[in-house]
């Protein structure tokens, strides 16, 4: 059973300022803890009752800065583009990667942590009908993640590497699927599918156009389920890799209807078939973190509607975030 462990302790967020970074500070705080956000985005996203640092965790004696003192670390790091902003700019996506889940994880294990956090991907999976965690390393991931998937493995497999030089084996590792929420990329040029949708739908575009035929099937998870997964794991002190998902998944014509039934002024839609579908399915096999007790608690028609709304609220602090990109 879960226990609160964070009361009183310092806890670092890297990634604080994002989607899923402002759910876990939330949560963090809530239980007692003292939260450090280390981000490159405006301090203005930062939560009022944390303490800000703008670092480029890229250099490694930030890293060593940022770690210093904390108890716990949580990497939320991560370059999220589509799937044409990361086959133009692999290297604007797959350097940065390496670099600061490098040197933060290292940092952390250096500055002697409690424990530390590392978001992996979906993206580390190869195609298939279902993700389950043991299969990662007998497989390559998908061409169509293949330098972001690349990249978050060997965070993983850095953490192994510690845990067998070195016996830090105080970490966990959470694979999120496709991830959504207050606070997402919403820029047309290189936000995922569910922002851009959601942007697109919002701004009156009709008629509607959609890539693919939309018969790809996708996990979706609100970030706050995500976040509540990462806290899961750490108070469980769980070491193997855990997928966080529904379990079931929705064609991408679903989410558009799902996403289209809330507009007052319903468009036209049209599915450009001239334009990639995508893997044909991506679901997370989510047995192992249902055995330790954690489902998500967050439907899709619930979640889309509570980002809608905050969309509609918030267009005008779209432009803080950094974009690496």
Known sequence: MNKNIFNNTKVLIAGGTGMIGTQLVELLLDKGAQVKIVSLDDPKRAHPKTEFMRLDLRDYQNCITACKGMDYVFNLMCNK???????????????????FNT?????????????????????????????????????FPSENDKFAGWAKRMGELQLEAYAIEYGFNRFSIIRPPNTYGPFDNFDPKNSMVVPSLIKRALDGEDPFVVWGDGSAIRDFSHAKDVAR???FAVEDKISEPLNVGSGTGISIKQLVEIIVNKLDKKPKIIWDTSKPTGDAIRLMDISRITKYGFKNEISIKQGIKDVMEWYIKNKERLDSGYNIF
């Open 81 to 99: 583009g589509s799937p044409a902003v990361a086959t133009k700019k692999p290297a604007s996506m797959f350097v940065p990667m390496i670099l």
């Open 103 to 139: 040197n933060l994880a290292e940092a952390a294990m250096r500055e002697n942590v409690k424990w530390y956090l590392y978001t992996s991907t979906v993206g580390v999976y190869a195609p298939a009908p279902q993700f389950i965690e043991e299969s990662v390393w007998k497989t």
């Open 229 to 231: 997964a990462m806290i």
